[in-house]
């Protein structure tokens, strides 16, 4: 069973071959309308179930697309709909999904849901995002750099802010590519230390620095994210704006990494909070071609899962 749990639990060659699939992929649309099938239809016949007990824009489309355009079905569940919501175990759900369909997708909060879903589930599971963690973000986040800017291999990507579930699939990447990462944000909000142990570990250079502006110095990515998370308490709100205003990208931080030094963001994004919308619009910027492709990497994701 090849499930799709998370960037540290696949193999590189794997990973590598997920992404040069999607950028072939890619290619072979060429620009035509976004709802004609490709050449190929490898999902043809395949029904897949897209379970989403968070919001989502992006996770939702891009899926939901890229299975109709290889020629499967899907169908979109609410958790709050499904007896998920309702008491049924995760497991017993799992393997009654297993009886309809060929894939699963699912957005859920708590990694344990994640893991309980893969384990009794008889088809491949693909992690939509958890509190935990966001591959499928990461997997077009690689496959955006190395687009505009080739191998991602012994680059510097920074992470600006919060510690929080899409950095920890950089931190992933960052021991399965070989690139190196650094963080800077305030120390409340560092990531869990086993994610940088990790990545250190298979060989990247992991660093914490708190000054924003040597942080992104020689950087050739510079990232960042919403200051408050779906799963953080909008209590919260004010500490963290206040303890993360230091380490919002703006021209001016931006000044500080390489030239073309390009900026991510995984979206949505709370303009001129955690970026500035210069940065956001400006020339660093390539967040709607991440976005675009979600669409790409998760097809390949997909099809990997599927062996198709
Ligand atoms: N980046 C991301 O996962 O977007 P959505 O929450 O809209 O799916």
Redesign the pocket.
Known sequence: MKHFLDINKTAPDDLRAMIDSAAAMKTARNGRPKGTPDDTQPLSGHMVALIFE???????V?FDVGVRQMGGQTMVLSGSDMQLGHGETIADTARVLSRYVDLIMI?TFEEATLLEMAEYADVPVIN??TNRS?P??IMADIMTFEEHRGSIAGKKVVWAGDGNN?FASFAHAAGQFGFDLTFTGPETLDPEKGFLDEARAKGSKIEIERNPQKAVEGADLVVTDTWVS?HDSPSSRERRHNQLRPYQVNQELMSHARTDALFMH???AHRDEEATSAIMDGPHSVIFDE?EN?LHAQKAVMRWCLGV
């Open positions: 968070k919001p989502s824009t992006r996770t939702r891009s957005r939509g995002l966001h499928c973000q899409v779906m995984c979206l949505p976005a979600r």
